[in-house]
């Protein structure tokens, strides 16, 4: 597999590729005659249990250190604390057509009401499709087909009821380098069933247009996502940045795997999980 093919399969960067092979000594591919990389099996799923290690928080550093077979027990060890994936969702995940699968959500969706949906179905949807990303069994092209249809749904959910005037607003949005925001759009599905009048920006937006947005939209609050791909320190200090960019009265809500290590600063609320959205809720929005 070529270094192309290889950061199209996993999902990781070719540059990040090249930085690691100088840096960490893995992946060392075999070269051709023309110094073209080619990459085996056995480093495709190595490369994919460093993959899932990162998302769950693991720095490459730490991650590179670790042998092969210490690897895999960290990765055990870490993904047994998490619910085990529904065997229901195989079909869905491996088999359906893209028109069965878009019957299949919405009627999930219709049976189960918007915040069951996405605690009940669409998290362990989204677990097993990682599970099987990370075992090899499902294509990055299949999670692909699946989340773009699972984002199309919940983002019509944002528009289904027009909000009032006197609903609060929350603008939900990732920097410049977040290109992640599958969490975000849950989240905002989640404050939307809580009443909420969501924005969400479908762009990464520059830290330095996100105060004029906020002014021009009048919103209540802001909300960021910062995934474990998002530089930890350079999310705090995006923050403590954007916090003392906003009017005191505008919240600042951040979550992700990037903010998940402490970051406490003033007027900031921190979300670690999806499940405390209603609280949060109750205790900036009432």
Known sequence: MTIQQLSNEIGIGIDTLRIWERRYGFPIP???ARGHRSYSDDQIHELRIVKKLQSLGHRPGKIFALSSDERQKL?????????????????????????????????????LG??????????????????????????IAREHLITDRLEELLREQLVTEQPTKSQKKLLFLTLSGERHKLGLLLAAALFHAEG??????????????????TSELQVDGVALSFSCHY???????????????????????????AVQGGVTMQNLTICTALKQIPGICSKLFT
């Not at 918007?114 to 294509?139: M, N, R």
């Not at 530089?231 to 979550?255: C, E, F, M, T, Y």
């Open 196 to 213: 909420i009048n969501c924005i969400l920006l479908n762009q990464e937006l520059p830290l330095s247009e996100v105060q004029k947005l």
């Open 231 to 257: 530089p930890a320190r350079q999310a705090k200090i995006d923050l403590a940045s954007l916090r003392n960019q906003l009017d005191p009265q505008v919240k600042l809500i951040a979550g992700g795997q």
């Open 30 to 32: 075999t070269r051709s």
């Open 75 to 111: 990765l055990t060890a870490t993904t047994e604390q998490e619910l085990t994936p529904n065997t229901a969702l195989q079909p869905l995940t491996k088999e359906l057509s893209p028109v069965q699968i878009n019957a299949e959500l919405r009627e999930q969706l219709q049976r």
């Open 114 to 139: 918007l915040v069951s949906f996405i605690h009940q179905y669409a998290l362990p949807l989204l677990q097993t499709l990682d599970q099987g990303w990370t075992e090899g069994s499902i294509s």
